[in-house]
């Protein structure tokens, strides 16, 4: 018996083998290029297509079908998650919710029902809540790791999709994750019809977080030079100074620890002593100071045929100098 998918059915004729881009077939619970240069076979685990070229990937497709933990640690201690859940955050996302709520009314101007394509969906990011609640906006929530909300395995390195066919793309917190982040943000140029958008948010002063995956850091200049081939919608911080400040205090103090438990009680204690540290974001965030020392960044676009340039890049002013 053929399993159903998550994908729509309108979405799965639009998938292309993420090696050469071809058209596949689908035969049972397998996906098939149909290209004969190519002809590579993909499975289907859990309702989600499985489409990695392992030869550019650092994930194989058995890591997958053995259902093995990648970048999402589901199966952690249950009394250590009960905790954690009522523990404050040491960080704040202050721009997320009002950032999907602003995208969500721009795609609904351009489309009735505009699809977007989440990298890095497994679970909720902050502030998607605001896309899910337009019923007429289609999300296809794609990961390297399984999750509640995987409708689809692929590397954001080479997305599996024909050309054109997004409203939108969105990579939240995934960015620092990728081994060639440039070679990403140029597949969302491509999968992205005329005039789409793209949202992203990633980190910059902030420690180790997603090892062994987890390979660079963006400053504000750095994130914009990335979207190059995009116009600004709109950017800035997305958490502040302060936020960077208790993540350093927290991490300091854990530099000092050995032991699993030693490092549990250490963020226990962390989060109930720091928290309060992440309201100064509400004041700071929009300084010119917190564009050298905020936790991280986001941005807005459009995509575009032209690019930004260099010498353009450097006149844009925003930082204390």
């Known amino acids: 018996m053929i399993q159903p998918l998550k994908l729509s059915a309108s979405v799965q004729t639009l998938l292309r083998c993420p090696a050469c881009k071809s058209e596949l077939t689908r035969t049972d619970d397998r996906f098939s290029c149909i290209n004969p240069a190519c002809y590579t076979q993909f499975p289907t685990v859990a309702g989600a297509p499985v489409l990695i070229n392992e030869k550019a990937s650092v994930f194989s497709t058995d890591d997958f079908v053995s259902l093995r933990q990648t970048t999402l640690r589901l199966n952690g201690s249950s009394i250590a998650g009960s905790i954690k859940r009522f523990l404050p955050r040491l960080g704040g996302n202050n721009k997320a919710k009002q950032n999907y709520q602003e995208m969500a009314g721009l795609l609904l101007r351009q489309s009735p029902n505009p699809t977007v394509l989440i990298i890095g969906g497994s679970i909720l990011g902050d502030g998607t809540e605001a896309l899910l ?3 007429r906006i289609e999300l296809v929530e794609s990961d390297v790791s399984f999750g509640p909300r995987t409708q689809l395995i692929s590397d954001a390195h080479e997305i599996p999709f024909a050309d054109g066919t997004f409203d939108a793309v969105v990579v ?19 999968v992205l019809k005329k ?20 390979f660079t850091r963006f400053t504000y200049f750095g994130l914009r030079r990335l979207f190059r081939h995009f116009d600004e919608v709109k950017s800035g911080v997305v958490a502040g100074p302060g936020t960077a400040l208790a993540w350093s205090c927290q991490f ?16 226990a204690l962390c989060h109930l002593s720091l928290f309060w540290i992440k309201y100064f974001d509400y004041y700071l965030a929009d300084s010119p100071g917190a564009f050298d020392a ?10 575009s045929e032209g690019i930004l340039g260099d010498r353009d890049l450097v006149r844009l002013c925003r930082g204390s100098g």
């Open 195 to 214: 005039d789409g958008m793209v949202y992203a948010e990633t980190a910059f002063m902030q420690q180790v977080i997603d090892a062994p995956y987890d």
């Open 252 to 267: 300091f103090l854990l530099s000092f620890a050995r032991s699993r438990f030693a490092r549990g009680l250490i963020r």
């Open 294 to 303: 905020a936790s991280g960044f986001y941005f807005m676009g459009r995509r």
């Open 172 to 190: 939240q917190a995934v960015l620092h994750c990728l081994t060639d982040p440039d070679r990403c943000v140029g597949e969302i140029h491509r």
């Open 133 to 135: 609640a337009e019923p």
